[in-house]
């Protein structure tokens, strides 16, 4: 009997208990989720990378043979039309040989006459002034070459100082690159340890809520239990995500700083081969005119020579063969003459289109560079060349569509396809890379040469097929996986079969239908 009277309150106050508990978890609201409908669209996969502006087309004008620069007309930033004068070289000395090309020609042209015909008082006149000018013309060859061997002295110390700086600024150029990239790979690594920490929070308080959960719903862990383990889950998914963002950024930023170490490097570098150039031109320069001038010298002696011998024969007796001698003498100073005149002619750089002038390396009293003394570019026409690294340049096609951004004009978006990839490869501070060129499509206001570009090449692309967020999709032990929220609003793992992997999407060949609803996060 007593018996009886101890089972039934413990039976009432488990009812009792059983009662609240069903009432509390019926008024406690159900868990929001943050849903996503399969539907058919694009799924796209691209490559990104930086690249500079350059324009169509460019023009590297220089000199055949190296000389004294007489003028510069131009400067960086120049307009020019087609047929402008850009610079000009000293034609001094030429034009004393054309001097001479033109007294030979004189000279000749009287003995013929004197073969033909009676000496007369001009025909004396004449060979008179040959000889002066011959003369004046071998006084004004002979000053040319002492110039020639003081000016030497004067820019081969000009250029070993040129070059000796460049040297010291592209090593300062090298040590400021080394530092620079070991600050770099720290913060990476910084972010990058940071994730990982995050990461694993992650993990723990997921296990966690998911043991607490487990535990409430065998009546073994409270509401509150259960709300802080929902709270430290979402705590610790904002932190990794905040770690996530951190280490992009991190990334972005080390990315960023690279290729700007990498152009600071490159522009050391261009500047130290432009001074070793300046310096080899200097000697060669100098060299080729002590040469030219004392060739111009040795001219002037066998024209002085030539003008006072034929002075001597025009006062001796003529005879027939004289005819044959002076139409030959009229022939061969009238091609000297000619080819004194090419070479003028080709003392001066005229423009062969209408441009801009985007460099001049030619200095006026100076010996013209051995590379180009002026570039000039087209204006408005303009393309994008960028390097790609070995491991993604197979997934790159000529006409690939290529989405264009600018730093330098950040509310623009072009478009683009690739134009050109380059056979051969591009080593850079030891990494095998491509160069590739992308044509402009669009028309952009305000774009100029060498801007920083940023281009996401289409390497694939499917149209209406099914395709889920790639964050919604998780892989364990080779599957992938998602949480799907069945009619009953009961979620499910779902494994799916993946197709393309985009940048962005997922595409799904199967496990899921069009208009299943997927779970993103909890809200």
């Not at 001094?92 to 033909?116: C, F, T, V, Y």
């Not at 000297?336 to 750089?349: E, G």
């Not at 393309?500 to 199967?510: A, P, R």
Request: hydrophobic share 45%; net charge negative; charged share 20%.
């Amino acid at each position: 009997m007593k018996a009886r009277y101890i089972v039934i309150p413990v039976v009432a106050i488990g009812v009792v208990a059983l009662t609240i508990w069903l009432v509390g978890r019926a008024l406690r609201p159900a868990p929001q989720y943050e849903l996503y409908e399969v539907r058919k669209g694009s799924v796209a996969k691209t490559v990104s990378v930086a690249g500079s502006v350059i324009s169509d087309q460019k023009f590297e004008l220089g000199f055949l043979s190296p000389g004294l620069v007489q003028t510069v007309s131009v400067k960086v930033g120049d307009n020019v039309e087609a047929g402008d004068l850009l610079v000009s070289l000293d034609t001094s000395i030429l034009r004393e040989q054309a001097n001479q090309a033109r007294a030979g020609i004189a000279a000749a042209s009287a003995m013929l006459s004197k073969s033909r015909n009676a000496l007369r008082p001009q025909d004396v006149t004449v060979f008179n002034r040959s000889l002066d000018s011959a003369r004046v013309a071998l006084t004004t060859a002979q000053n040319n070459l002492q110039d020639a061997y003081r000016a030497r002295d004067i820019d081969i110390n000009s250029a070993a100082t040129g070059l000796a700086a460049a040297e010291t600024a592209y090593q300062n150029a090298v040590n400021a690159y080394s530092a620079r990239f070991s600050v770099i790979d720290q913060a990476t690594i910084g972010a990058s340890v940071a994730l990982s920490n995050a990461s694993n929070t992650l993990s723990n308080a997921q296990f966690t809520y998911n043991q607490v959960l487990n535990l409430y719903n065998l009546g073994q862990a409270s509401a509150l239990d259960l709300q802080q383990a929902g709270a430290a889950l979402n705590a610790a998914n904002s932190a990794y995500l905040s770690a996530q963002a951190a280490y992009n950024s991190a990334v972005q930023q080390a990315n960023l700083e690279k290729v700007s170490a990498n152009a600071n490097m490159d522009s050391a570098r261009t500047q130290l081969d432009s001074a070793r150039a300046a310096y080899n031109s200097a000697l060669s320069g100098i060299d080729s005119k002590i040469r030219s001038t004392q060739n111009a010298l040795s001219a002037a002696e066998a024209a002085y020579n030539l003008a006072t011998a034929q002075y001597q024969q025009l006062l001796a007796p003529a005879h027939a063969a004289d005819i044959a001698s002076a139409s030959a003498q009229i022939a061969s100073a009238a091609a000297a003459f000619r080819a004194v005149q090419a070479q003028i002619d080709k003392a001066y750089i005229k423009a062969p289109i209408a441009g801009i002038v985007t460099a001049v390396n030619a200095t006026a009293h100076e010996i013209s560079p051995i590379g180009a003394a002026v570039v000039l570019e087209t204006i408005g026409a303009y393309q994008v060349e960028a390097y790609i690294s070995e491991v993604d340049i197979e997934k790159i096609v000529s006409g690939a569509q290529v989405r264009i951004t600018l730093d330098a004009l950040p509310d623009i978006e072009a478009r683009g396809s690739v134009a050109q990839i380059d056979p051969a490869a591009t080593i850079m501070l030891g990494v095998v890379n491509y160069k590739i060129n992308v044509a402009i499509t669009d028309a952009i206001p305000d774009l100029r040469s060498a801007m920083t570009a940023d281009l996401e090449i289409l390497t694939e692309q499917r149209e209406d097929v099914l395709f889920i967020p790639r964050k919604a999709v998780t892989r364990t032990d080779g599957k992938y996986l998602v949480q799907l929220m069945g009619a009953n609003n009961k979620m499910e793992d779902r494994e799916v079969q993946a197709g393309l992997v985009g940048d962005n999407e997922f595409e799904i060949v199967s496990g899921l239908v069009e208009g299943d609803r997927i779970v993103l996060r909890e809200l």
